[in-house]
């Protein structure tokens, strides 16, 4: 340091020309704000017990972000740990220096880097040490750094108290201004990844001056939904998987009491951080989960503490190599396992939503489906409303096309047997949405009776289908049960004396390709 002038010339090798590409780096802008917490906290635990000495009251880490998207946009990321001392300054600011603890959140030595360059062209660091006497501030600028071949950056340096104590960052002009959906996403995001220093009461982290909370979901209590009349049950149990070789999974999995298709799925916790599953981006594995649509992908969460594995640079997934699909295994099998089988559970339970909280899902369905009406349905009508009636009884068969689920359901009526035939078909040939034959077949049982074989396709390659039944039972089986009554209701119409009964399902066929699959 030039005691005359207060600097200090601070080396930033190997090879800057690296600091221009970390720009291209493949950061969601939560991950790359969680590189600047993940050093204040670092910075907390190693020095925890000295700025406890020196606080007045426990003391707690206190860390802010501020936004200003106005002109060419800042960020401001502020803490009171025990800022970057002396001893660790050249480090700090070199690329890909790694620091002496690699145990902790701060690991690979180039994350508060490759975050400033990813979001700023210009960025300061203004620091004080707990403990040391001096206030640094470091000045970095991309473009003239690269241009320039700049090895070597001054640190202006001032007298400062030795019991102050933190360290702002002020990224400028930056080439990632986050926008206001993508602010709430932050807040959000920030909040998951943190929730159990938050929880603990060791955080307390702001964005734009609002205090980030996380709320854990409410776990279901209820029966077993194959017995309803047993006492209610918590649906969370713990799961410990150690796999050798310091390989270890450990935590909790639980179902959400309200299902939620953005909210459920698990946080994958490194060193108490969430690496992967943090808010809306659950982790949700298909061979667990399901598709978007099923019941457990909607209800089923929790938090797991991966020991052993070796995560991304930027720290936002883990890097399982083959372990992957044998921890899966492992965990779907004790999800599931007795006496509180989640997964069963999961698929199996269902819950009556109170009045208020069918009215918005109920206003969102009317709108969509009057703007369908209002823009696709008036000219289909007409040209039904000019249709002749169908005339015609149903067929005594239909053509054989490619099946996904056949059923023979064999019941009595009025002394006679029917036989149902429920068909499901995913051929794409299938041009109407439910389909039907009927017929009367000659020979009689042993009582006497004529047997009468009416059958029911319903076509899952059908645009109505792909749109709104998806691939899970849970989201056929509904429209299945409408399709039945249909052909049902037609049939028993015809039988009571309704003539040009199937002039009906012929519209709903038409109403159904022509107009009513449309989303928007």
């Known amino acids: 340091m030039d005691q005359n002038n207060n600097t200090q010339r601070i080396n930033i090798r190997p090879g800057v020309s690296i600091l221009s590409v970390l720009r291209h780096l493949n950061y969601k802008p939560w991950f790359a704000l969680a590189e600047f917490v993940d050093n204040s906290l670092q910075s907390f635990f190693d020095y925890r017990q000295e700025l406890e000495e020196v606080s007045d009251k426990q003391f707690k880490l206190k860390i802010s972000i501020e936004l200003d998207p106005a ?150 209590s209820a029966p077993f939904y194959k017995n309803l009349h047993e006492s209610p049950r918590l649906w969370k149990k713990n799961l410990d998987f150690d796999f050798g070789l310091g390989l270890r999974v450990y935590g909790f999995a639980a179902l ?118 209002e823009k696709e349905i008036p000219q289909v009508l007409e040209q039904q409303i000019k249709a002749l009636p169908d005339t015609q009884n149903p067929p005594i068969s239909l053509p054989s096309v490619t099946k996904a689920s056949q059923r023979v359901i064999n019941i009595e009526l009025n002394g006679n047997q029917w036989q149902i035939i429920l068909e499901l078909s995913n051929d794409p040939s299938v041009g109407d949405w439910v389909s039907i034959y009927d017929q009367l077949i000659a020979e009689i049982d042993l009582f006497g009776s004529s047997i009468r074989r009416l059958g029911v396709r319903l076509a899952l390659a059908h645009p109505f289908t792909e749109s709104f039944g998806g691939v899970e039972s849970a989201r056929i089986e509904p429209l299945l049960r409408i399709a039945v009554a249909i052909a049902l209701a037609e049939t028993s119409a015809r039988d009571s004396g309704v003539k040009m009964a199937g002039t009906i399902r012929r519209n709903i066929n038409e109403l159904l390709r022509n107009a009513l699959f449309k989303i928007d």
């Open 256 to 373: 959400r009491e309200r299902g939620s298709t953005s909210s459920a799925g698990f946080g994958l916790f490194r060193r108490d951080r969430i690496i992967e599953g943090s808010a809306d981006e659950g982790y949700r594995p298909e061979y667990i989960f399901g598709h978007h649509n099923s019941f457990v992908y909607q209800r089923l969460f929790g938090e797991l503490h991966i020991e052993g594995f070796e995560v991304s640079h930027t720290k936002d997934g883990f890097r399982w190599e083959e372990h992957e699909e044998i921890f899966l295994e492992y965990l779907k099998k004790a999800l599931n396992e007795e006496p509180l089988p989640l997964l069963d559970q999961a698929e199996g339970h269902r819950t009556r939503p109170k009045p208020q909280e069918i009215i918005p899902g109920a206003e969102v369905a009317t709108a969509r489906t009057a703007d369908v009406i």
């Open 71 to 220: 002109d060419e946009g800042q960020i401001i990321i502020r803490d009171n740990a025990a800022g970057i001392h002396m001893k660790d300054f050249t480090r700090a600011f070199r690329p890909a220096a790694i620091p002496p603890n690699q145990n902790g959140l701060s690991e690979f030595g180039m994350g508060m880097k490759s975050a400033a360059c990813w979001f700023a062209d210009q960025w300061t660091v203004r620091t004080s040490a707990l403990n040391e006497e001096t206030e640094r501030l470091i000045t970095f600028d991309i473009g003239k750094i690269v241009h320039d071949d700049i090895e070597e950056l001054t640190a202006q340096s001032q007298m400062a108290r030795s019991d102050t104590h933190y360290t702002e960052i002020t990224l400028s002009k930056l080439h990632k201004k986050p926008q206001k959906r993508t602010i709430a996403k932050i807040k959000e995001h920030l909040a998951s990844i943190y929730r159990i220093f938050i929880r603990e009461n060791v955080l307390e982290l702001r964005f734009n001056g609002e205090l980030l909370t996380y709320t854990d979901p409410v776990i279901l």
